[in-house]
């Protein structure tokens, strides 16, 4: 396991199109987190999960977006009838609540909603 | 306002100056403070930890002031590969559920 994995690496979609991002943490990691950067700005949170459990979401994160994480291993979010106004890098981070602090970003997908 | 604000910049130093970036954060309850980098189009890495009595990790040194409600980083002898985004993160909670980022610094070095 060399780290957290998140696929694709780049989605391109129309307007008003589903898409669906998975994110494979280190397998450790018992949270799993996901934020979302948008150019000249830090990441902002969206939700974040405790194995199965998804324990906080952010006000950011609107009716449209989903996401699930139902083994408590690999998280997927889903975005429903896109926006423009939708793309962005998403981010995914894992940790553990065990052992040292510290989380461990993906590489991230990058959407673009035309 | 913000919970974590950092000046956008960007800082343009040459290689070898010494370059210092300040965060301040709103919320006195946070608990624990980080530097991240983040290099173009790259997930951010976490630089490192910042404690109350401060600490040092090569050329960087990180400080934090609670009373005050800022942390800093301090880069000596800069490279040329310290040209990155750095952002200032806060943990607001013991849990470490889930952490703060700034919107960023952006540093470039130059020749």
């Known amino acids: 396991d060399t780290g957290v994995s998140q696929n694709p690496r780049h989605k391109i979609t129309k307007r008003g199109q589903n898409v669906t991002f998975r994110c494979d943490p280190i397998?450790?990691?018992?949270?799993l987190y996901w934020y979302r950067q948008t150019l000249g700005q830090g990441p902002e949170f969206l939700t974040y999960?405790?194995?199965?459990?998804?324990?906080?979401k952010s006000r950011l994160l609107s009716d449209r977006f989903s996401a699930e994480r139902p083994k408590g291993s690999f998280s997927t979010l889903e975005i429903q009838r896109t926006e423009q106004g939708d793309s962005a890098m998403y981010l995914c981070?894992?940790?553990?609540?065990?052992?040292?602090?510290?989380?461990?970003f993906g590489s991230g997908t990058r959407l673009t909603v035309v | 306002r913000k919970e974590v604000e950092q000046d956008p910049g960007p800082f343009n130093v040459p290689e070898g100056a010494t370059v210092a970036f300040n965060c301040t954060y709103s919320?006195?309850?946070?608990?624990?403070f980080f530097w991240y980098r983040q290099d173009c189009r790259k997930e951010p890495k976490l630089l490192m930890s910042?404690?109350?009595s401060g600490n040092e990790d090569g050329r960087f040194t990180a400080q934090l002031n609670r009373a005050s409600q800022y942390i800093s980083l301090l880069i000596r002898d800069s490279k040329l590969s310290d040209s990155a985004t750095y952002l200032c993160?806060?943990?607001?909670?013991?849990?470490?559920?889930?952490?703060?980022f700034g919107s960023g610094t952006r540093l470039s070095i130059r020749p």
């Open positions: 999960f405790q194995n199965e459990a998804q324990l906080e």
């Open positions: 919320n006195s309850a946070s608990q624990s």
């Open positions: 981070a894992s940790s553990s609540d065990r052992g040292p602090w510290g989380y461990t």
């Open positions: 397998s450790e990691h018992n949270r």
């Open positions: 910042v404690y109350s």
């Open positions: 993160v806060v943990n607001r909670d013991s849990s470490a559920s889930k952490i703060i």
